[in-house]
């Protein structure tokens, strides 16, 4: 995939001999460069899709076992066998594997149910701790008058688990066989079985059934090598039977369609070589024409620093072929609006310092990629709470020393800014408040108004890509009527506005219905007309132009396309006040808090200070999670949706699992 626009690799036909129809099937999955076509031979397709589904439940099956046996299984090489047959011989290696899996769930099907403490690994190793006792438990907890359970319990809640059982009147012995655990064997009445199970749950008590067929650690390790290995053969003939489905089999030729990129496609000529010794016939062609993003892959190369972003448009959904990826414009708008709703130094400092500490400690890839993304959005948040002089809030020193530095005027101050000053001086807090809120409204629909014209001519210039007339004219008056969106605010910008009311902070807008605004604003109310209404006909003329239907339907549609354009150009302009909100409600929680340690005795006290340690903790975790949160939908709702599908699928080349080699023999040879 190009940074701007999603690619598909070649598709790549390659004609063989039927004869050497599994061998070739085989290179390419140890080639691990090939991504098969979803198209080919409909009964061979149906074939392979039928047993790869069987597969796919055999897997499932194995994984879960695995998980609950909690034992980690040792790396072995393994092989699995395939003839001529493909089918005989998939289903062979089915029934063996299904064979194998019913004999460990009827061994060991009732232990790893009814364990009871975690993983059946864990429970054979604490099993083993108990092997001096002979006696079986199992009877005495089913005994008619008295009972008897061992209780494991952690040596901090053992005070609180011995006052629950004389509160019972049970009797409870305790002993030190485990580390960190107290061990119990518990005596008590049928009766008070159910009280004696609630109340000892509250102390994390848990009860130990020693079971009457005992595991030992090696077998433990032999159950769970066996179920790796056989995993391994499954997945291998899952990829296996995928290069199968993309082939066409006639009398004498074996026919596999795929895709190969440009890169690897030598890759792919050496390892035919190799195998078919020149006896086959090879074609890579670029995809031309009309491109369904469910039929073709794109190729998708991520450079390390722009990961986060790719995690995040991946939820929106993958590039479709031809589609204008938006990687890198999120990676530089998403940290901006980010920051624009989190100003504050103090907090940008504490996201900066946990994302680093996540990109450089976490072991998962998962936390390594948030951790970058941390650091990312921080530096924004950093440099805006630094222009709004907020450092963990508006009331520490630091943040006035950011006031002073601005000459007491920050020019990203939130309006909560001016309640600060209020609370020490009252005079003139009203005007603060109001110019404030202006500006900071102007601010984030001018923020708006560009990245929703932006969207929209990319909108447009892949409607020309896709030489569709109809989508063409509709993306066209998406684009001319948010230009003119983006023309009030750049011409109200260039008048001046003087945030001390909407009409002064939006005086284009005015102009627009005759209002009496500065000369100037009128010139830009004309263009902004202009352009809003080129869009509004183009989206009543096309319904009309490209419509089926009857005269009456079309008119109606038409006004319906007009109507939900006035709808869409008002409500995604009006949705970035978010922005403004959000800075809002950031800034008044830490107020609000700041407020709370003050009546408590001041920053200067223990419990003021508390207070307001707390209060900033809380506020950093909260508003970073709602500010991602809104930070996404901005660009997923707003803009994404007018010029990028995400409904593409990935470029991903069947590779052989690691360990594991697929053997081609004979059908003699299996039969001898």
Same mark, same amino acid.
């Given at each position: #995939?190009?940074?701007?626009?999603?690619?598909?690799?070649?598709?790549?036909?390659?004609?063989?001999?039927?004869?050497?129809?599994?061998?070739?099937?085989?290179?390419?999955?140890?080639?691990?460069?090939?991504?098969?076509?979803?198209?080919?031979?409909?009964?061979?397709?149906?074939?392979?899709?039928?047993?790869?589904?069987?597969?796919?439940?055999?897997?499932?099956?194995?994984?879960?076992?695995?998980?609950?046996?909690?034992?980690?299984?040792?790396?072995?090489?393994?092989?699995?066998?395939?003839?001529?047959?493909?089918?005989?011989?998939?289903?062979?290696?089915?029934?063996?594997?299904?064979?194998?899996?019913?004999?460990?769930?009827?061994?060991?099907?009732?232990?790893?149910?009814?364990?009871?403490?975690?993983?059946?690994?864990?429970?054979?190793?604490?099993?083993?701790?108990?092997?001096?006792?002979?006696?079986?438990?199992?009877?005495?907890?089913?005994?008619?008058?008295?009972?008897?359970?061992?209780?494991?319990? $952690?040596?901090?809640?053992?005070?609180?688990?011995?006052?629950?059982?004389?509160?019972?009147?049970?009797?409870?012995?305790?002993?030190?066989?485990?580390?960190?655990?107290?061990?119990?064997?518990?005596?008590?009445? $049928?009766?008070?079985?159910?009280?004696?199970?609630?109340?000892?749950?509250?102390?994390?008590?848990?009860?130990?059934?020693?079971?009457?067929?005992?595991?030992?650690? @090696?077998?433990?390790?032999?159950?769970?090598?066996?179920?790796?290995?056989?995993?391994?053969?499954?997945?291998?003939? %899952?990829?296996?039977?995928?290069?199968?489905?993309?082939?066409?089999?006639?009398?004498?030729? &074996?026919?596999?369609?795929?895709?190969?990129?440009?890169?690897?496609?030598?890759?792919?000529?050496?390892?035919?070589?190799?195998?078919?010794?020149?006896?086959?016939?090879?074609?890579?062609?670029?995809?031309?024409?009309?491109?369904?993003?469910?039929?073709?892959?794109?190729?998708?190369?991520?450079?390390?620093?722009?990961? =986060?972003?790719?995690?995040? !448009? &991946?939820?929106?959904?993958?590039?479709? $072929?031809?589609?204008?990826?938006?990687?890198?414009?999120?990676?530089?708008?998403?940290?901006?609006?980010?920051?624009?709703? +989190?100003?504050?130094?103090?907090?940008?400092?504490?996201?900066?310092?946990?994302?680093?500490?996540?990109?450089?400690?976490?072991?998962? @890839?998962?936390?390594?990629?948030?951790?970058?993304?941390?650091?990312?959005?921080?530096?924004?948040?950093?440099?805006?709470?630094?222009?709004?002089?907020?450092? +963990?809030?508006?009331?520490?020193?630091? &943040?006035?020393?950011?006031?002073?530095?601005?000459?007491?005027?920050?020019?990203?101050?939130?309006?909560?800014?001016?309640?600060?000053?209020?609370?020490?001086?009252?005079?003139?807090? /009203?005007?603060?408040?109001?110019?404030?809120?202006?500006?900071?409204?102007?601010?984030?629909?001018?923020?708006?108004?560009?990245?929703?014209?932006?969207?929209?001519?990319?909108? +447009?210039?892949? &409607?020309?890509?896709?030489?569709?007339?109809?989508?063409?004219?509709?993306?066209?008056?998406?684009?001319?009527?948010?230009?003119?969106?983006?023309?009030? +605010?750049?011409?109200?910008?260039?008048?001046?506005?003087?945030?001390?009311?909407?009409?002064?902070?939006?005086?284009?807008?005015? %102009?627009?219905?005759?209002?009496?605004?500065?000369?100037?604003?009128?010139?830009?109310?004309?263009?902004?007309?202009?352009?809003?209404?080129?869009? !509004?006909?183009?989206?009543?003329?096309? =319904?009309?132009?490209?419509?089926? @239907?009857?005269? /009456?339907?079309?008119?109606?549609? %038409?006004?319906?396309?007009?109507?939900?354009?006035?709808?869409?150009?008002?409500?995604?302009?009006?949705?970035?006040?978010?922005?403004?909100?959000? #800075?809002?409600?950031?800034?008044?929680?830490?107020?609000?808090?700041?407020?709370?340690?003050?009546?408590?005795? /001041?920053?200067?006290?223990?419990?003021?200070?508390?207070?307001?340690?707390?209060?900033?903790?809380?506020?950093?975790?909260?508003?970073?999670?709602?500010?991602?949160?809104?930070?996404?939908?901005?660009?997923?709702?707003?803009?994404?949706?007018?010029?990028?599908?995400?409904?593409?699928?990935?470029?991903?080349?069947?590779?052989? $699992?690691?360990?594991?080699?697929?053997?081609?023999?004979?059908?003699?040879?299996?039969?001898?």
């Amino acid at each position: #995939m190009g940074l701007f626009i999603a690619r598909t690799p070649p598709e790549t036909i390659i004609i063989v001999p039927k004869a050497r129809f599994l061998e070739t099937a085989k290179a390419l999955v140890e080639c691990g460069c090939f991504h098969p076509s979803s198209h080919g031979d409909e009964r061979l397709r149906n074939l392979a899709r039928r047993l790869r589904g069987e597969v796919e439940v055999l897997i499932q099956r194995i994984k879960g076992l695995l998980e609950r046996i909690g034992e980690e299984p040792e790396e072995e090489k393994t092989e699995i066998i395939v003839t001529s047959n493909i089918a005989a011989s998939s289903s062979s290696i089915i029934t063996s594997i299904n064979t194998l899996l019913e004999d460990i769930e009827a061994r060991l099907g009732k232990l790893i149910e009814e364990r009871g403490i975690g993983p059946l690994a864990e429970y054979v190793r604490l099993v083993e701790q108990y092997s001096f006792i002979t006696a079986d438990l199992n009877m005495l907890r089913e005994a008619k008058h008295l009972r008897t359970v061992l209780y494991r319990v $952690p040596e901090e809640n053992a005070h609180e688990f011995e006052n629950v059982i004389r509160s019972l009147n049970a009797y409870a012995v305790g002993f030190n066989i485990e580390q960190g655990f107290v061990t119990y064997a518990v005596t008590y009445t $049928p009766q008070t079985e159910q009280k004696l199970t609630q109340a000892t749950a509250r102390t994390k008590a848990t009860p130990i059934v020693l079971p009457r067929f005992r595991l030992t650690r @090696e077998q433990v390790k032999e159950v769970s090598n066996n179920l790796y290995n056989a995993l391994k053969r499954l997945e291998a003939l %899952a990829t296996l039977l995928k290069i199968v489905e993309s082939a066409y089999l006639t009398r004498s030729l &074996a026919v596999f369609v795929g895709y190969v990129t440009s890169d690897n496609l030598k890759r792919l000529k050496r390892v035919l070589d190799k195998v078919l010794k020149g006896a086959y016939t090879i074609y890579a062609r670029p995809v031309s024409g009309h491109i369904s993003p469910e039929e073709f892959p794109v190729e998708l190369k991520v450079p390390r620093p722009l990961k =986060p972003f790719a995690e995040l !448009l &991946a939820m929106y959904g993958l590039p479709s $072929p031809r589609d204008f990826v938006p990687l890198v414009m999120m990676a530089i708008t998403f940290p901006v609006i980010f920051g624009l709703m +989190f100003p504050d130094v103090g907090h940008g400092l504490l996201l900066l310092l946990f994302g680093a500490y996540l990109y450089t400690k976490a072991r998962s @890839e998962g936390w390594r990629t948030l951790g970058q993304l941390l650091i990312y959005v921080s530096i924004p948040a950093i440099i805006l709470g630094a222009m709004a002089a907020e450092f +963990f809030g508006p009331a520490t020193p630091m &943040a006035h020393w950011l006031e002073e530095f601005w000459h007491g005027h920050p020019p990203y101050s939130s309006p909560v800014h001016a309640l600060y000053k209020a609370y020490i001086v009252a005079e003139e807090a /009203g005007n603060m408040v109001k110019l404030l809120t202006f500006k900071t409204f102007f601010i984030s629909l001018s923020i708006g108004s560009v990245l929703l014209a932006l969207a929209s001519w990319l909108g +447009f210039a892949k &409607a020309v890509t896709e030489r569709e007339p109809e989508h063409m004219l509709h993306t066209l008056a998406v684009a001319l009527a948010f230009t003119g969106v983006l023309v009030v +605010f750049i011409g109200s910008a260039i008048v001046g506005p003087k945030y001390t009311s909407m009409q002064d902070t939006l005086p284009v807008v005015y %102009a627009m219905f005759g209002g009496s605004t500065p000369a100037g604003a009128y010139v830009y109310a004309n263009m902004a007309k202009a352009l809003i209404v080129l869009g !509004l006909l183009l989206s009543l003329v096309t =319904p009309l132009i490209y419509s089926h @239907e009857s005269v /009456g339907e079309r008119i109606i549609s %038409a006004v319906m396309e007009a109507f939900d354009l006035v709808l869409i150009m008002l409500g995604n302009t009006l949705s970035f006040v978010r922005i403004m909100g959000l #800075m809002l409600a950031h800034s008044g929680l830490v107020y609000g808090f700041f407020i709370i340690a003050d009546k408590a005795g /001041g920053l200067s006290s223990v419990a003021g200070l508390g207070l307001y340690i707390f209060g900033n903790l809380f506020v950093a975790g909260f508003e970073a999670f709602v500010a991602n949160i809104q930070s996404l939908r901005l660009h997923f709702y707003e803009m994404f949706s007018k010029f990028y599908e995400g409904r593409g699928i990935i470029y991903q080349p069947i590779r052989l $699992p690691e360990g594991i080699e697929i053997r081609i023999v004979s059908q003699e040879t299996v039969s001898r």
